[in-house]
């Protein structure tokens, strides 16, 4: 076990470096892209465009700024923004991260029971007219575009339904934890829900297609064959065997949302997280910063997938072993 | 009916014209086409017949493991005097593991992958005795010795994939035994293993039953596991009983010409080398079934009347469903020899 | 089923576009219209029209009016028909995300029949680049692309694709994406490779190429089939997630993402306009996964044993 993790952590790291280069090529080294008329606009002088590549070192060649890029990063730590000149780039990260990390822990353990016992349900009455229903909700949530849902749902309590049923529902923007913890989730509510709604979704459906599975294997038959109960074997034999595959999705789904994959429903709901400083990063081009949070992003992707890895080894006795 | 050699207060299982059919888009499936049968007290009985023959089927759809939405059983089965045809799945609980205990063939999926073999074993104790957890643990173990898996006090907490194939069935023979039942259903337990481990397997079974005296029904396409373990044998083709009787009789003067084919087929190790018998023809599929006798298309000595679906008939304990006669037989027989000699 | 009748129906009402801006409803979409009338019911109707609320300063523009001749949903802060543009959009829409899908189907399927089928250095190497790109943060990746790509189109060599053409965001989408169907691909050829039927073909001196097209291609092209449409309908979000976030469909053009990130301005007074394009693509998108269910239940002899959806 020990030797597999450390082989799956070392390939973690080369991915990591991998993407760092991918990202400083796009953003640098597109072919027929010219970082430095970007940032300085559509309109700029040839002047200014050369000021401004001097200003920002990138007339060096491309291995130094990238070495460069690199060392302020992660081992200085005074990277700078160039929207903001001066303003350091991963204390306004780190100042984020709180933010989505709240989003999406809660809305992770919405989505995980909501998807749970809507894929057991719906196993353990196939057939049923509940079984089509649920998972009829399942596709709706996988094709609801996530903006569009978190803007219906503004609409709805901010506006529409405001004076009546929603007047509770306080306006956009996030309130820290530490200073009003009933705030802080009032404020989370309904982007928790929007965010989980897409999740469950998904989760209900992949479990209800293992269990089913699960449930015509041999060992439920056995199982059967023992006298145990259905409800026994739905909950003991095939849910523990298809939780494992749910247990890897959520690793993987946990990694990308904490890395700023909610980008869209921080914007919609106003929350300053990870992904919400990404948008505004890319819509003024603001290089270090977009870095910065991609690296950030990329990182929490690349750990949950080495993570996911090593789990699947421990929950899977079968896997154990042959590692 | 035929007459019963087993008086009613001794038949641990009599199944009675049970026919199960699965209907389904190419038309309706008759796996099991009116089978009788007895099992009495301490009894071994094989069922032999090739793959499709209905032979699992029957046991399955007895306990009311079939779980096809498009089946259809219509029969008796009395276990112990009681009818569990029909039983819903909570009343059938207590039955199944309780009092009949089953095995399945293929050792290698048949235990739940995530738990240990010592919990699954305790499971099933604790669902139908009031042991507490230590006690059950306790019995677990000695059930691993019981059917030879050495050290089992520490195989106890191991998993499944951590046996072999034949430590594995030995495993799912103590999970069966586990509650002491008064029947055992073994299906085709031998199949998936290698030629050794089969005897091994097959020596445990018969030890076993001599100390829980369980009733045993073995369902096997293989003769020479009948030769070994039965006290009587049902040979089943195409979902119907084709002969039916004490192993001996029906292996010394088998009367079907299907048991002919089957027992033909089997290699002896004892007599001059000769060409093994194939049955000719292929078997047949079951949306297929001619009216008449189900193994005329296939049988050499097929005559008009065979057009006509033979009843199951014949002298005490021994019946056979053909229309051929004592005296045919007899020379049948007397020509196979013939030929033998002079070849 | 009736998914089938559900996608082609919006396929073709789509495609009906121009004709319905021209010939019926006597609008151009893409134009404002901001001092524009039109007869309804014998009157002459404002379409934007003077706030009456609030402050009464300024203009919205006219809701709904129910008449498939004039504006059946209202008009946008341009004046456009939302109903035409939504048309139109859906053109778009649907353009990107199945060209971008067959693209995406046709590259992973490629990759993944040879990663898988020749192993060794050409499966590494292409594992490892499929690793990377699938380790990227997918929004993040086809973000970054976007904003690279869209202020200054790209030219490489001898490919020079404009800024404002839909062929950026269809192949930032379908590359993306490539990755998520050439695994499960790969993993499906490796399998087979071990199966007697390959071996025997193997054993037997077929060639390479007779083996990929006539024996492992037929059992892939099943999974392929059913990847197909989910991918369309995952690429159809995509998009518009892109156009909405504006690094998408490039205006003048419209797709339902772009109208979306219209309508926000108007989301309270004239939710019309951001809600029937997240309408229409739900409607799309459910037709589109059902029938991807369909597709693999149909290809599945198991499929019975589970039912449902």
């Known amino acids: 076990m020990l030797a597999f993790s450390i082989r799956r952590l070392i390939s973690a790291v080369l991915v990591l470096f991998s993407i760092s280069v991918l990202v400083f090529l796009i953003f640098f080294a597109t072919p027929g892209v010219d970082p430095a008329a970007r940032i300085a606009g559509r309109s700029a002088t040839p002047q200014i465009v050369a000021q401004v590549r001097h200003e920002f070192g990138l007339d060096r060649p491309l291995p130094v700024r990238y070495v460069l890029m690199m060392e302020h990063l992660f081992i200085k730590h005074d990277l700078t923004s160039y929207e903001n000149p001066g303003e350091a780039v991963i ?115 992949v479990l209800r297609a293992e269990l089913v599975n699960a449930l015509n294997e041999d060992y439920v038959r056995t199982a059967r064959a023992k006298g145990l109960s259905e409800r026994r074997i739905l909950m003991r034999h095939a849910l523990r065997c298809s939780l494992i595959s749910i247990v890897s999705l959520f690793g993987l789904d946990f990694g990308a949302l904490i890395g700023g994959a909610a980008l869209l429903t921080e914007v919609v709901f106003g929350l300053p997280g990870v992904g919400y400083l990404t948008y505004v990063s890319l819509q003024s081009l603001d290089l270090p910063v977009i870095m910065a949070c991609v690296m950030y992003g990329a990182f929490f992707v690349v750990l ?17 072993l042959a590692k | 009916m035929p007459s019963d050699p087993t008086p009613l207060s001794d038949a641990v ?32 009985v094989g069922i032999v017949g090739e793959s499709g023959s209905g032979k699992s089927v029957a046991m399955y759809s007895m306990l009311g493991l079939v779980r096809d939405a498009n089946v ?133 079974m018969e030890k076993l039953q001599g100390t829980y005296g369980s009733s045993i029904v073995i369902i096997t396409h293989d003769m020479g596991v009948i030769a070994e373990m039965a006290d009587r044998v049902v040979v089943m083709y195409a979902g119907r009983p084709a002969e039916i009787g004490p192993e001996l009789d029906v292996v010394r003067h088998p009367r079907h010409p299907y048991t002919w084919g089957l027992l033909g087929a089997v290699p002896r190790v004892d007599a001059k080398s000769r060409r093994l018998t194939t049955i000719p023809g292929t078997s047949i599929s079951p949306l297929d079934v001619p009216v008449g006798c189900a193994f005329a298309p296939r049988c050499e000595h097929r005559m008009d009347v065979c057009s006509q679906r033979p009843l199951m008939r014949g002298d005490g304990s021994h019946q056979d469903a053909c229309w051929l006669s004592d005296e045919q037989r007899v020379a049948i027989r007397t020509k196979a020899t013939a030929q033998e000699a002079s070849s | 089923m009736i998914a089938l009748v559900v996608v082609i129906l919006v396929v073709t009402l789509c495609l009906l576009a121009p004709v319905y801006s021209g010939v019926i409803a006597h609008t151009n979409p893409f134009v404002s219209n901001l001092q524009g009338t039109f007869r309804l019911n014998g009157e002459t109707v404002q379409v934007m029209q003077a706030n009456t609320q609030g402050l009464g300063l300024g203009v919205t523009p006219i809701g709904p009016t129910w008449n498939f001749s004039h504006y059946f949903l209202g008009a946008d802060q341009q004046g456009r028909d939302v109903f035409a ?51 990227f943060p997918v929004y993040l990746l086809a973000i970054s692309l976007s904003v690279i790509l869209l202020t200054s189109g790209l030219n490489v060599g001898f490919i020079h694709i404009g800024a404002g053409s839909l062929l950026l965001p269809i192949l930032i989408i379908a590359a993306v994406f490539v990755p998520y169907v050439a695994r499960p691909l790969r993993g499906i050829v490796l399998s087979l490779k071990e199966r007697e039927f390959i071996q025997a073909a193997i054993g037997s001196g077929a060639s390479d190429w007779r083996i990929l097209t006539r024996e492992i291609f037929p059992n892939v092209a099943p999974s392929i089939i059913v990847f197909f449409p989910l991918m369309v309908a995952f690429n159809m979000l995509t998009e518009s997630a892109l156009s909405f976030l504006s690094i998408g469909v490039q205006p003048p053009a419209a797709s339902w993402g772009t109208i979306i990130n219209d309508g926000l301005g108007l989301l309270y007074t004239r939710p019309a306009v951001a809600m029937a394009p997240g309408i229409a693509i739900v409607i799309t998108a459910v037709s589109l996964n059902i029938l991807g269910d369909g597709a693999r239940d149909a290809f599945d002899p198991k499929a019975k044993l589970r039912g449902s959806i």
């Open chain 2, 72 to 204: 259809t059983i219509t029969g008796s089965v009395l276990f112990e005097g009681r009818e569990i045809l029909g039983l819903s799945d909570r009343e059938m609980q207590p039955v199944r593991g309780g009092e009949i205990g089953m095995i399945f063939q293929d050792p290698m999926t048949a235990l739940t992958p995530v738990y240990t073999v010592g919990w699954q074993i305790v499971e099933q104790l604790r669902a139908h005795t009031d042991m507490t957890k230590r006690q059950a643990r306790t019995r677990a173990v000695e059930l691993l010795a019981e059917v030879g898996i050495p050290d089992p006090k520490s195989r106890v907490d191991r998993y499944p994939h951590e046996f072999s194939g034949g430590m594995r069935q030995r495993v799912v023979i103590a999970m069966a035994l586990s509650c002491n039942p008064r029947l055992l259903i073994a299906d085709e337990p031998t199949t998936a293993l290698d030629v050794t481990t089969q005897a091994q397997i097959l020596d445990l």
């Open chain 3, 85 to 135: 543009r939504l048309l139109y959009g859906g053109r778009a829409s649907l353009l990107i995300g199945t060209v971008s899908a067959i693209i995406c189907c046709v590259v992973a399927a490629v990759l993944g029949l040879l990663a898988g089928y020749f192993g060794g250095a050409i499966d590494w190497v292409l594992s490892r680049i499929l690793d990377i790109l699938w380790a």
């Open chain 2, 13 to 44: 299982l009599r199944v009675s014209d049970l026919r199960v059919s699965f209907s389904t888009r190419q038309g309706i499936v008759q796996a099991v086409d009116g089978l009788s049968l007895d099992v009495g007290r301490k009894e071994v």
């Open chain 1, 91 to 205: 204390p306004q990260v780190l100042l984020a991260a709180p933010v989505t990390l709240s989003l999406v822990l809660g809305a992770a353990v919405i989505w995980v029971v909501v998807g749970v016992m809507g894929g057991v349900i719906a196993a353990a009455n196939r057939g049923r007219f509940i079984d089509p229903l649920i998972m009829f909700f399942g596709i709706a949530a996988v094709s609801v575009p996530a903006y569009w849902l978190g803007e219906v749902v503004n609409l709805i309590t901010q506006s529409k339904l405001h004076s009546s049923v929603f007047s509770w529902v306080p306006a956009s923007g996030y309130v820290s934890p530490v200073s009003n913890p009933f705030e802080w989730a009032l404020h989370l509510l309904f982007p928790w829900l929007t965010l989980a709604a897409l999740y469950a979704g998904i989760y209900a459906r």
């Open chain 1, 304 to 320: 949950a997938n080495a993570v996911v890895d090593i789990l699947y080894a421990f929950l899977d006795p079968r896997v154990r």
